[in-house]
């Protein structure tokens, strides 16, 4: 019962977002064209529910020549190919903001395990051990507030395997209110090889 009206919720608070912060897209389109000639928006094929692939929407923070679908974490000098504004969005976690549309399209969640790139074969793997795969991914969730970027491949999947088996309005509320904290203070957030 709870996941039909998690949809409703989903869609219903990014048209609110989306209407009350357009002008926030407005701003940072401008500020990515004036720093690095390009297109604005940034997608990337996903892995989503069921492990159907989507393009996922997020704002431009890294050049032109970045190698394309390697996660930055994997990347061997990341502060190299991040722009300018590019690195203000990262901080603030503002380049997701245009995942609001994956959500309202029903791409994705607010909540839910974060969508994993095509080739992240390992981490999908782990995820169908979990049943993590077969929801939908999330602009948040379980395993963004317990480590993030510092968790292993199978600690991210554990955790999202939790969440899939325990989705309930109390736990989204919970993880969302735990996510201003994190991004706040950059929690378990790393850029590049370590």
Known sequence: MYLKVKRVLDVFLCVIALLMFW?????IS???????????????RRVGKNKKE????????MKMNTPKDVPT???EDPNSYIT??????RKFSLDELPQLINIIKGDM????PRP?????YDLIAERDKYGANDIRPGLTGHAQINGRDELSIEGKAMYDGVYA????FLMDLGIILKTFGIVVNRTGFKEGKQ
Do not use: M
């Open 165 to 168: 088996q325990k989705i309930s």
């Open 84 to 89: 300018r504004v590019g690195d203000f969005l």
């Open 23 to 27: 002008w926030v897209f407005v701003v």
């Open 30 to 44: 401008v500020l990515i064209i004036c720093d690095d000639k390009g297109p604005v928006i940034f997608k990337q």
């Open 73 to 75: 974490h994997l990347l």
């Open 54 to 61: 989507f393009d996922i929407y997020k704002f431009r923070t």
């Open 116 to 120: 994993a790139l095509y080739n992240q």
């Open 109 to 112: 969640s607010i909540v839910g």
